[in-house]
């Protein structure tokens, strides 16, 4: 009996709209969200957990309505003439959402990270527990809704409790310790410590099989229920426990930032002995952090289109091109070096603008000279570069790769942003806009490089120079960059 009724229940979870239809509106979602990133291991597998909380949401209600189904509308009275009890039906539905819920999820994490993978090359290093937790999660839903159905007998229960879930896992986003006691826990960056993914597995593991024990000490007190019941609690209590004794990640506050403000475990990682692989290609050194070496053709595909119409001096002095952890470049003594610094997250127009920046501000600027005081040039508060013929220059170098445009908030990732101390104005960049639609402006912007260079020199000055006609005034600043 139980295995007809497993049948006809694994049929009607198959057949359900709203799993399917979440499931693919998830992917959808997933897919639309990472459309202009590059791959990266170290995070989209969680994300693609934290996403999949919506497909657990929707298997939880559907496991509980359909186990509270003999409860309502006159079926007990039906069903009492035949030969099948609640506890078997109870057990179909157990193994039926389950089964239903985890597959669901597995294609749907499975999907999204294939989708990823043929999107580009991948960095980062890839937890394989943090994918088979986002399927646990949907099993661990499923018997939280059969349980739910069975001892609640309110048709809200199972929205209810997907609710309050889901408004704990939505909003637990302070990166703490208890946060780990959740199904999910979706808060995560790529210069993180490793997450205690395993243990965590292990945690809600055993929580499903603690409540699929609930779930059927709900008809009459049995050993093999309350034995699996107790013994899932015994090991869910010492799991989530050690998944909650991890220490969080302490991010930067306020007040002096140095390495000792620095979490041990991201210090090791991203700051001790071969923290970064380097390569030289078409004689330009790339360092990337341990994982992300595939990203390196992508960021020479934004510093290669510069550095080409450099003059060959210039271009043999280029800096490294050094990957840095957003959360902790701080700590990070370079004195009085020039960098060039991918972030951990790349794709995005901002990435490929900031790269671009750097690369052609250091050429306009330190123009391959010997490096100057970079507080004398590049001032806390800003300096303003209108009306200086370097700035142009500047501008149309980093055109090569990303419109000219005025300064603003270059993104890293979700959570941290860079911008430019320098300052210029629409003029300066309809000017690189007409200098880049010329033809031969890379040959007159070598032959006349010193001059452009040169602080004094104003735009004005250097119009004729690149074969410019004057459309705009470009006055100085009010404090002008030196």
Sequence with gaps: MTRRLFLLETRRMLRHPLVWGTALLVLALQTFLTRDQQPDLSVDPVRATGMSTCLAAA???????????????????SLASLPGRAVHRTRAVLAASALTGGLAAALTTGCH???????????????????????????????????????????????????????????????GAAGWLLPVMQEHSADWPDRPSGVHLVYVLALAVAFAGIALLRHRARIAPAVAAVAALAVAVPAGAAAAARPPVVLPGSGELTMDGVDPRVRERFFGPGARSCAA????????????????????????????????????????VEQVAPDWSFAEDTGDDWRIRPPMTWGGPDQRAMVAQDVAFW????????????????????????????????????????PPEQPRPLHLDARHARMMTVRWGDAEVGYAKALLALPGAAEAVRAHWDVLLDPATTIERALPLLGLRRTADTPPGATPCR
């Design 281 to 320: 290609r078409r004689g330009i050194t790339y360092c990337a952090y341990r994982g992300y070496e595939p990203w390196i053709p992508l960021w020479e595909e934004a510093v290669l289109p510069i550095a080409d119409l450099l003059p060959a001096p210039v271009r043999a002095r280029l800096p490294h």
């Design 59 to 77: 298997v939880l209600v559907v496991a509980s309505l359909a186990v509270s189904r003999d409860g309502r509308h006159g079926m007990p009275e």
């Design 363 to 402: 050429a306009a600027w330190r123009g391959g000279r010997a490096p100057a005081d970079q507080e004398t040039q590049f001032p806390r508060g800003g300096c303003d570069a209108h009306g200086q013929a370097r700035v142009l220059v500047a501008l149309w170098l980093s055109g090569q790769v990303s």
């Design 113 to 175: 990270l294939g989708v990823r993978l043929l999107s580009g090359p991948a960095g980062g290093r890839l937890d394989v527990w943090e994918p088979l937790t986002a399927v646990a999660a949907s099993v661990l839903a499923a018997v939280l809704g059969v349980a739910t159905g069975r001892w609640v007998r309110w048709l809200v229960a199972g929205p209810m409790v997907t609710a309050a879930l889901g408004f704990l896992i939505l909003f637990n986003d302070q990166n």
